[in-house]
């Protein structure tokens, strides 16, 4: 079906987006790979360019040089609680909510075991969506089993959370923002609203959004919420992840995997654990300060930039990409993500029987992007780095790709 959308985006266009863009002075912070347009920051996100620098700092100065003393001096025993506080800006949280963590999925552990092991005694249900992460399913799969009367894993397709909540003996809700195959992003306001009058907690997987789209977690009342470092934070390969524990919550919700830096005191060294008050609860594990170093990099690389400067520019490009490849393909594509600006994240998914070859192929004309199964071509669009005169090229090539098909 022929299709108008796009009609009138050229390169001339979207070069002059690019000089009236108000954060695109961000790029220069990032060491970019300069043979393919870079469509992949929703799983890796570009390195930044001070990110060599201050690995070299940590292990010639702070390692090398001053040793052990760098866990005082070089403040490696702060990191986590302080980087975390440079997460929370993002995610719409308050300073001392938010810590760093070993990864993902332990952290998701982390916070549903709190919620089960805080929950009412009917309450034994932990409730999402079959088109939930895998590794977030296998987590709470897991986490069950730490339970003498082992709890209910209950999955349900989205349009069911509704009637899935009134149930009644649902403990958690989890649910991840935005859908890693499709991109599409749920209202998180509304279902955390619907999950507190159910009597239930909201918890949020903010991997696919976190840097991107704006959270709230404040305004919001998000109960509890995990996240990664190395999509649109640009942490690095294996970045540590963080955890966000609403302040109401702090001291009341118990860590199932505490360790030394969860004590309220861990240089006594007590024998018996006594959990912190506060949200270093749930921490467990000393610090990866070689990773802590190169996430806090990808961090101090929103310095300047507001969320809602990056979620406009974000959805400006996501746009382009769209109406361009709608366009060039006569309305032929068929697009797993929603075409409304707010029913999407910061990413564009393509469905189509040969999406795996169709990743390769555009690979090698310089487009960077992914593929999942079974049909899914995905494209990232991190709003720091990206300009739209790059990702207008990039739509063309895909559309042609598309069209050869």
Known sequence: MATTAGIGWTRERCEELDRSDPIGWARGRFALPGDVVYLEGNSLGAMPSAAPARLAEVLGKEWGEAASRSWGAGKWMEGPRRVGDKIARLIGAKPGEVVTCESTTIGLAKILGASLAAAPGKRRALLTTSTNFPSDLYAAQGMRRFFSSEPELRVVEPEALPAALGAGDVAAMFLTQVDFRTGALFDLGSLTDLAHRAGALAIWDLCHSAGAVPVGCEANGVDLAVGCGYKYLNGGPGSPAFVYVRSAHQGRLPNP???????????????????????????????????????????????????????????????????????????????ATPPEPSGRGSQVSIRHEDAAAIVREAERLGVLGDFRPPDICRFGFAPLYLRHSEVYEAARIVADILGDR
């Open 257 to 335: 995997l505490p360790g030394w830096m969860g004590h309220a005191d861990p240089m006594a060294f007590g024998r018996d654990f006594v959990a912190a008050k506060d949200v270093s609860a749930f921490l467990t594990s000393t610090p990866s300060v070689l990773a802590l170093a190169a996430l806090e990099t990808g961090l101090d690389a929103f310095e300047g930039v507001t969320i809602e400067q990056a979620r406009e520019k974000s959805l400006q490009l996501t746009r382009v990409f769209m109406e361009v490849i709608s366009r060039d393909t006569g309305g032929a594509v068929r697009f």
